[in-house]
């Protein structure tokens, strides 16, 4: 199979694949986004060893899932394992063997997939990970081990930010994230499904660019029924898809579901104090979470212009997630068509307002390229107004090094955005309202993000630049 997208990450991994240096690698990412299918295409299923983790089972079943792999990559008969002391025993004596083994020379590629899942309680599995990587691993130029998991935050905590006897240890670490607009276009014509931009656009806003879930459409039938295909209906592929999620990532998941279900009750983010007086979570526990919820990419924190930590605002952002809570939770009886009817009516215009405005959020390297200040450093953030007019909002302010602040506004319409009276005072009291609270000596610029342009007219003049949908599906 290709490995579709994926430019800068298939570099990395070739870059390593090569080093000629014992590697360490972590790769981390949101459920569903092609981790565990990307290393396997990229090394052609070449292991010295690969196993996974299983989800809610014990610590014999893992050992036992552990044993079996190592027997299958030439280990032989090794019996019962004890403890993770005596697996990884096991594993490195298999990796002496191969390195010995006068006719193989390549790279010892070991993949330890969904990772966390070994981890139980008192398994003592991270301790003896541990020994084998510092006693022996980290010696081995011929070594490339890759650590791969969905939870986030325990590939965060265990390997990247830990503090013990694996501080500094990782060599690399990737990131995957889900695809761009360019790379769900190049998927989408990978498989032959005929789409134009717009629809790959609209296909983004609810299954937010996830691999997974793009991978279930139905190639004969249209963006919109495959919607209501994997969506609504009886035998709706998706309909458990949140529940497992959160299930998958976290222990106990009624306090992230309650954060989330706040969260989605003020789509343009709420503070840190305004979460702790909505939710029945204590300080510490809602830290926590929104830590856990930030790692995972359900929610995004965005600083607000002008001000420190305590202004952070907390969004959630996954578009499945949105799309579930708002279309698809508790809807079991909807008619298996809903999606194209409910596409024609007024509030599902209000709905993918909201939803583009979270597509160009995600794509902010593509916005700079499009206003053509791709060199130039910047800075991103949001700002509500407290005192000039309570009700100004601007969800992207882009504050640049050569002393020009663009506020950015989006629009999602299908034909070019035509500014009239109304829209061209609202736009000059933003950034009049911004000017004046601010008290910025830069230069402030309003910006127009709209799928196809702004309409030339007599008060298209209040844009001083615009982002369009090929913008936003530059490749990066």
Partial sequence: MEIIGRRNEKKRLAALKDSGKPEFVAVYGRRRVGKTYLIREFFENEFAFYVTGMEDVGLKEQLQSFASSLMRHGAGDIGELKDWFSAFERLRELLEDKIKSKSNKKRLVVFIDEMPWLDKRRSNFIHAFEHFWNSWGSGQPRLLLIACGSATTWIKNKLL????????????????????????????????????????????????????????????????????????????????????????????????????????????????????????????????????????GFVNRYRSYGKKAKGTVYKLVDSFTLFYLRFMRDTWDRDAVFWQTYSQKGSYFSWRGYAFENVCLAHYDQIKGGLGISGINTSHSAWRSEEYDPGVQIDLII??????????????????????????????????????????????????????????????????????????????
């Fill in 399 to 476: 504050d640049r090094d050569d002393r020009i602040i663009d506020l950015c506004e989006m629009k999602c319409t299908e034909a070019q955005y035509s500014i009239d009276i109304d829209a061209e005072q609202t736009l000059r009291n933003k950034r009049v309202a911004f000017m004046s609270e601010t008290e910025t000596r830069k230069t402030v610029r309003i910006v127009l993000i709209t799928p196809f342009g702004v309409k030339n007219g007599k008060y298209s003049g209040i844009a001083d630049s615009e982002v369009t949908l090929d913008d936003l599906f530059r490749a990066y």
């Fill in 161 to 296: 930010e830990n503090y013990g006897g694996l501080y500094n240890r990782v060599t690399a670490q990737i990131e995957l994230k889900q695809f761009s607009l360019a790379e769900c276009e190049e998927y989408f014509e990978f498989r032959g499904m005929p789409m134009s931009r717009f629809e790959i656009l609209e296909s983004f806003m609810i299954f937010g660019g996830i691999p997974h879930y793009m991978s279930l459409m139905d190639t004969t039938l249209s963006f919109k029924q495959n919607t209501d295909l994997l969506c609504f209906g009886k035998a709706a592929d998706l309909q458990s898809e949140f529940n497992k999620l959160f299930a998958s990532l976290f222990r106990s998941q009624d306090p992230y579901v309650e954060v989330v279900d706040t969260l989605n009750g003020k789509l343009a983010g709420m503070t840190f104090t305004e979460l702790t007086s909505s939710t029945s979570l204590g300080a510490g526990s809602l830290k926590r979470i929104l830590d856990d919820l930030t790692n995972s």
